[in-house]
């Protein structure tokens, strides 16, 4: 399979909770990023940690990454409505500029 | 900058059919990615080049299937003959070597159908 693996698969919290997502890769990667995809829209990127980063910030967005584990997560903190589609993760390979998407995450933010 | 652009959004077609996809990457990237998505099978990738030339084309399910890149903003993805399970959403996407970023800029996908 051409993907990573995305957990949970659907996840459904209140307005201003937070929401974590993790992903899991399989190979030794140059960096790995996050996209959200809104409905019936193509993918939108968020933020990228490279393979020497631990952890990144973007506004409400928190991403770590343990190599060691081959995993990352996302984490959004105080969710609004419309951080509501789904997050994919994408690995890339050493080596190479092959970018691998993980199978998404579907975040539903109830108002 | 408008962005990756696909034509057309939609697509329905009758099996056994040509179906011409195409895109328009961001001025100046020098990767174009063609990837289609469907519920069972997630997002996958088709085939990618870089500096118009074909890198990797593992993903393209058979032989039914060819991408073309005439030009450096211009790019085909053709499917003869189509079947209905082709039926997906194809996205272009475009990036640049330059930075370093990876970060790949999607366009709106083609939504096929085929009958």
């Known amino acids: 399979s051409q993907q990573g693996e995305e957990d949970p698969q659907a996840l459904s919290i209140q307005e201003g909770e937070n929401a974590t997502m993790n992903c899991s890769y399989k190979t030794s990667i140059n960096n790995l990023q996050w996209y959200r995809q809104n409905s019936g829209r193509g993918l939108v990127h968020l933020i990228l940690?490279?393979?020497?980063?631990r952890e990144k910030h973007s506004g409400r967005l928190r991403v770590t990454l343990d190599t060691s584990k081959k995993s990352s997560s996302l984490l959004i903190t105080a969710s609004r409505a419309a951080d509501t589609a789904s997050y994919f993760c994408?690995?890339?390979?050493?080596?190479?500029?092959?970018?691998?998407f993980g199978a998404g995450t579907r975040l539903f933010v109830k108002a | 900058d408008a962005g990756v652009i696909q034509s057309p959004r939609h697509e329905v077609t009758e099996m056994g059919q040509e179906v011409t996809l195409r895109c328009k990457p961001i001025?100046?990237?020098?990767?174009l990615f063609w990837y289609r998505q469907t519920m069972m099978r997630g997002l996958e990738l088709l085939i990618y080049f870089n500096n118009n030339v074909p890198i990797d084309d593992s993903g393209m399910p058979e032989d039914r299937f060819s991408a073309k890149m005439p030009n450096a903003s211009f790019s085909t993805l053709k499917i003869q003959p189509s079947e209905p399970r082709d039926s997906a959403v194809y996205f272009c996407a475009s990036s640049t070597s330059a930075g370093s970023t990876d970060t790949q800029y999607f366009g709106p996908g083609t939504r096929l159908t085929v009958l």
């Open positions: 001025s100046g990237h020098d990767y």
């Open positions: 994408a690995s890339k390979n050493t080596g190479g500029f092959k970018t691998i």
């Open positions: 940690i490279r393979s020497n980063e």
